[in-house]
């Protein structure tokens, strides 16, 4: 990490932890979303932007995680905090073995495989032999966490500030992983993956873990979501869940893990300003500020703020030399 | 509230006694979303996404809230009718009704449509105490004052449907030999359980044949075939708007005629008979507690009439060949009775208490006898349908009104 990345991280972490005893309990609700998205943003990032894989089926992954974590809680009384490395373990094993038929699948082919699995989701959620787990149609209730009672804080303040921990844990896994000699096959083989097998690199192999660990984020981040909506339905997990983080992806910046975080909020956020202007238009609406952005930043967030941050450097150094 | 001052207070005894004749109105009460001037009322609604085309009857419900307003409002009161885009995904439900609550500060939540998406709620506006009023699901879950004291249905529910089936059959048939055809969701069992609670002792020897089918099923010829075979005699058909024009299409293909009845929810001509074939619909029997926009018979009667001039007044742009306009029209009417009656209280415990006091409430687009009627341990509004019949063009309305009460 450079040092403006590393300041604007610094920055970023220390706004973050006042926030929800400075806004209302439904912003609160509405930034640990945020927060949620965006970590299912980063687990499609690690897949799409780091490894140069295609999904438009992370939904489901989210969708799986959620489900994973409401059926613990709420047939066998599992602690929710207990629920995400299950919820994880769960989709890195679905993410891997769904890796292996897709290694033969390239570029759009996979991205129509991946879609495959985001639009049997819901029906697969609504099959009757699986009703008695998933409560069909119905979906699942589950109740919201408590805080611990030795802290002064809601059950909204509370649930932020675990999700936030969440985040700040997977992310830093995350950096730490790109960073490092897995890392680097990873992308060697986004970037060319015949040079990348001639150096040696198991691509296979690289490319299915990569679809388990993206799974694996992208499960998590259904988890928490569910604690936090309290709710599943299969209705909450159709395909549009996965364009909706696609887009996310994009806006946010392909490769970049704060941008991840960017592309959360976009899709929180956006689609509501999209509805204040105008209700009969807000898809409209929508796809204008859609366009619009990425007209801006082609790059996304991320490609922006580097840009930026580049200038801002450039010309510092020009009048520090005048 | 402006300084009391001798003069105020002089001017206020006129009022104050025209007012004491009725107790109601002599106290104001407000709570979060009443004011001297405004009403506010939160609505979601899919506008966007697959289910989109129900994204009409909030329209309908904004247009009928803005004539309101044009005529004065409620008791004075101006409705501030604030209504989110959902698109059916209860997560986004989950998010727009807290806004509602927590950030618009509404009074109470009006007509928000979908099973999914409400159910996301329901937990939520109980412990919120907020009222959940005139839900838009047929499901039964929406009428337990019991666990659910703030949540409260509108339509006649699906229970109660298959109720006044069961009324009709041991009426006309009472040794009928039944087969039942029916989703395998909470809708269908739903139903299936009316019917069968409706026919009582006699369900276990009526009811010959029962086939499930899944939405995921790409047709359900095999299980007409099946219930042919049951040699049943009368069918009843309880399936979404696909699977009913597939149903109605096989039983033709197979010359399989039975007494054919069909639940409300396909009852559509454009959108399921027609595609089924409208000889091969001809004589189905079903039940519906609106009036059909559609049909001539209505032409000079006042309650069309009166939908009519809204429509072309404040909705120009609606369809008026669709049961929505007159669904959202019907049900925001009745919404403003009971914010008419709430007087100068507006508080949530007042608006649910006028809730589930309702008596006897007729509304123009109501068949004629069809009443709303509800009590703190009857949170089903209407619970009347009367029976129709297909004359291969439109459906034709026959004998009484047929109550079946589910309570839960």
Known sequence: ?322 | MGRLTRRTVLAAIPGAMSLAALPAYSKKKYDTGASDSEIRIGHTNPYSGPASTYGVIGKTEAAFFNMINEQGGINGRKIRFISYDDAYSPPKTVEQVRKLVESDGVLLLFNMLGTPTNTAIHKYVNQKKIPHLFIASGATKWGDPKNFAWSMGWQPNYQSEGQIYAAYIMQNYPNAKIAVLYQNDDYGKDYVKGLKDGLGDKARSMVVSEAPYETTDPTVDSQIVTLKASGADLFFNVTTPKFAAQAIKKLAEIGWKPVHILNSVSNSVGGVLKAAGLENAKDILSAHYLKDPTDPAWKDDAGYKQWSAFMDAHFPDGDRTSSFTVYGYTVAQALASVLQRCGGDLTRDNVMKQAASIKDLELPMLLPGIKANTSPTDYFPLSQLRMQRFTGERWKLFGPIITGAVQS
């Not at chain 1, 979906?139 to 966490?145: F, Q, S, T």
């Not at chain 1, 804080?153 to 921990?165: E, N, P, S």
């Not at chain 1, 509805?275 to 796809?287: D, F, K, M, N, P």
């Not at chain 1, 859609?290 to 930026?308: C, D, K, S, Y």
Request: proline share 6%.
């Open chain 1, 1 to 322: 990490m450079t040092f403006p990345a590393r300041a604007v991280t610094a920055v970023a972490v220390v706004a973050a932890l006042p926030a929800p005893l400075l806004v209302s309990s439904f912003v609160t609700f509405q930034l640990t979303l945020v927060m949620v998205y965006g970590l299912a943003i980063l687990g499609l990032n690690l897949l799409t932007g780091f490894n140069g894989q295609f999904s438009l089926g992370h939904g489901a992954f989210y969708g799986l995680g959620a489900y994973a974590a409401a059926v613990l809680i709420d047939r066998w009384e599992v602690p929710y905090f207990c629920t995400l490395p299950v919820a994880g373990a769960l989709c890195f094993a679905v993410g891997f073995l769904f890796g292996m038929p897709a290694l033969r699948l390239q570029g759009i082919y996979l991205a129509l495989a991946t879609f495959a699995l985001a639009a049997a989701m819901p029906q697969i959620l609504k099959f009757s032999p699986l009703e008695p787990l998933t409560g069909g149609v119905q979906g699942i209730v589950i109740a919201k966490p408590d805080p611990p009672l030795w802290l002064p804080l809601d059950a909204d303040q509370w649930l932020y500030y675990f999700t936030l921990a969440v985040l700040l844990l997977m992310c830093a896994g995350a950096a730490n992983l790109v960073r490092s000699r897995t890392g680097r096959a990873i992308m060697a083989i986004r970037d060319d993956p015949i040079a990348a097998a001639a150096m040696g690199i198991n691509t296979a192999l690289y490319k299915t873990l990569t679809f388990g660990v993206s799974a694996l984020y992208t499960g998590v981040a259904g988890a928490l979501g569910a604690i936090a909506v309290q709710f599943v339905a299969p209705d909450s997990f159709t395909f549009l869940l996965s364009i909706s983080l696609l887009v996310g992806l994009v806006i946010g910046g392909v490769g970049s893990i704060p941008g991840s975080l960017v592309g959360g909020a976009f899709v929180l956020f956006v689609p509501n300003v999209a509805e204040a202007v105008s209700t009969g238009l807000a898809g409209a609406i929508y796809g204008a500020i859609m366009l619009l952005v990425i007209f801006v930043m082609p790059t996304g967030a991320a490609g922006f703020a580097r840009i930026a941050l580049a200038r801002l450097a450039t010309a510092r150094h020009n009048r520090v030399k005048s």
